[in-house]
């Protein structure tokens, strides 16, 4: 299988609507290049651009999805179109990530359960996910994450309890935590023995320089490819099977205890 992360650049001087036909052509782009094709979070407004968030959030069939669907179905990919501030009409904002099939139907959307920011920020003025998404793709399972996300390993284990064997991983993370983005990414694979795609952005979002070093983590935990910070695709060729052949040869999954049974009570 063959990957693309578009490791997309967040200028304040580009708005919305034009980043996202850019980002529709790079898609397009990745035609024959790539099966799947992954976009970091909140990319159409940047992911410390709280002020915005309200302002560009959008329903979720509004102008991203239809933009992406269609990029997909051009490009004939699976897409992992990032996350996009979602309104929903009942309800609060949502970091909402969405998922298209090559035919650009929508596959999956995953609403993001762990929200950054402790007493401010994204973690305020969004509401919080409740549900685990994986997506069936010819030859992998995805699990779906989205930037904080990645600091809580308990949402991974319950992903793969889910059959995933591609953990995929949307973020806008901080040039200043950049060596946990790594570590992390590192860890999540090894402990899940997974593949982990983990793409974020580049550029600077509300003064907040981004990491980007989008990274990708075969299930043994070493690194396959790695961006550098500035906009790129990064494009990388996995073997799926590898996932099943390291649980088989070295099956520390199945010695798991803790989380499989309910409480009991004292």
Known sequence: MRASLIQIAV???????????????????QAGVADLVVLPELWTTGAFAYEAFAAEAEPLEGPTYELMAKAASDAGVWLHAGSIPERDPEGPLYN??????????????????????????????????RELVTVRLPGTTLGVATCYDLRFPELFRGLVAHGAETLVVAAGWPERRRAHWTLLARARAVENQAFVLACGTAGTHAGVP??????????????????????QVLTVEFDPARVAATRDQFPALKDRVLGLEPPTGV
Not at 11 to 29: F, H, I, M, Y
Not at 97 to 112: E, I, N, Q, T
Not at 210 to 231: F, K, M, R
Request: net charge negative; no cysteine.
């Open 11 to 29: 200028d304040e001087g580009e708005s919305a609507e034009a980043r996202r036909r850019r980002t529709a052509s790079l898609v397009r782009a």
């Open 96 to 129: 909402t990530s969405l998922v298209f099939s090559p035919s650009g139907d929508l596959a999956a959307a995953y609403r993001k359960i762990h929200r950054f920011g402790f007493d401010r920020g994204e973690a305020v003025l969004m509401g919080a996910g």
């Open 210 to 231: 981004q990491a980007g070093h989008s990274i990708v983590v075969d299930p043994w935990g070493e690194v396959l490819a790695e961006a550098g910070p500035g906009e």
